[in-house]
């Protein structure tokens, strides 16, 4: 399966999905100390973030959600990438914050919700978002074929 979207964090990263069914506020939402969802009422309570590609159809909650993403990529137990359904301000300003102090890249891929009704839980998917160009691609996805762009965009 293959699915393109819009990058709003350039960068690369492969893992196993894990497919949020309800938005997570990552500030008091996640223990920034082992990257689990601790929230009690989140219906993926207790399952982990750290190099995963996080999907969850938006975020909610506190504009300090930037922070504990920052603070998850220092402690390195951030998500590998993002893939939403809607951008997100908040976590845009975390993915960026984390990529200046600590050079922890964190690509940010929204999708449609058509597409994100597909991602399947556990799947292995590889992220690749570029200015223009973002994919995010499953095994026996068809091949990828992104041509060369100059300096000049």
Known sequence: MLIRG??????????????LTEPLSLWG???????????????QRG?????RL?????????????????ELARSKRAPAGVVTTRGDPI???GAL????????TIPILIV????????MDGAI???WCEAGQAVLAFAAAEPVHFEARDAAG
């Open 6 to 19: 819009n990058a709003l964090i350039e960068g690369m990263a492969s893992g196993a999905l894990l497919r």
């Open 29 to 43: 939402g996640v223990d920034l100390q082992t990257g689990r969802i601790v929230d009690a009422s989140h219906p």
């Open 47 to 51: 399952e982990m973030l750290t190099d």
């Open 54 to 70: 996080l999907a969850m159809p938006g975020s909610r909650g506190s504009s300090s959600s930037s922070s504990a993403l920052v």
């Open 91 to 93: 976590l845009t300003i």
């Open 97 to 104: 914050v984390a990529e200046y102090l600590y050079r922890v």
């Open 112 to 119: 449609s919700d058509a597409d994100f009704a597909k991602l």
């Open 125 to 127: 998917g590889h992220l």
